[in-house]
């Protein structure tokens, strides 16, 4: 089963810049050899749901052992079975259609 | 590593009513044993970090196989090293500080 | 437009204890006079769409005010236009499917 | 009070194909003269507090507009007081770390 997610990790307890958790996340990400797309809010990552849950938790870890004594994240995470969709598709989709009004 | 997590399932492509849905997510909680509790938008969950994600997956499992074609799910997740805190601690420690002032 | 809507503070900055903050929060949904049912990982609220997030907005004023530098929320939002729905009603759907089965 | 958000729509009950309501979305925000970044699993808003959440109450209507009967929406949105941070400012913050260390 394929997944499209969007993760946000907060660490809690740590001060207010987190920029240093959420590039130790990206690296996690790197080094699962998942697809992912950093954005200001979030990061979008793609692939089998067993990896990507993998490495949402090696997330978790990984912040933990930097020193945050507390995580609150968020994910967003869509599956289908009514056809393949990559996370450029999406963004494609919406796209197209208002390329078609302009 | 322990998690309490906050689900909400959104099947889509199956028309507007979905507690049918939600019902099936809530039977897979009993069945892997989670303490876990329904709300208006979504589900308490609690418990060792591979068993709640386990049960999350076969929540998408079931609801595709119910006839969903599409889901989008949102989760919340939080863990913390600092000490252990249950689904009751949480809401234990907002409503004291509201009895207090009463 | 009514609106149920499930609100997650998270004060970034001040520690790991969140509790006064959250109770903070309960206290702006009662003095707005909005229907609200505190839960291990949020709060719903159900009003009208302005009054809803004029509490929202009102929620990250009073979490600054108490020195909170940085605040994280999330928020899950539903609207309807076939019926009218209750955060009561949404349970109740799905707790007599649960019912019906026992 | 300046806010960061992270928008995602999904209209229940208009089938599985959502990017026309996403479309319509992308619409509004460009309407309301707010910068904002389509990604694959939702949209970063950035502006004014009150311009943002008003053009996210008009997504909804928007979006009813078009015949969904039903809206389930999530938003993260971050505030903080401590300094000003666009949404640029966060990914540029986060790659200058992954950079340093390339």
Chains 1, 2, 3, 4 share one sequence.
Request: with cysteine; hydrophobic share 40%.
């Amino acid at each position: 089963m394929n997944v499209i997610a969007d993760q946000c990790v907060v660490p809690v307890g740590v001060g207010v810049s987190v920029s240093e958790y959420v590039a130790a996340c990206e690296r996690v990400l790197v080094e699962a050899g998942l697809s992912h797309q950093l954005h200001a809010y979030g990061t979008n990552i793609e692939g089998e749901w067993d990896e990507v849950f993998a490495a949402v938790k090696r997330c978790h870890e990984v912040v933990h052992s930097m020193g945050a004594p507390r995580i609150s994240s968020t994910l967003r995470f869509g599956t289908r079975t009514d056809r393949d969709q990559s996370m450029a598709d999406k963004v494609e989709s919406v796209e197209r259609r208002l390329d078609r009004e302009a």
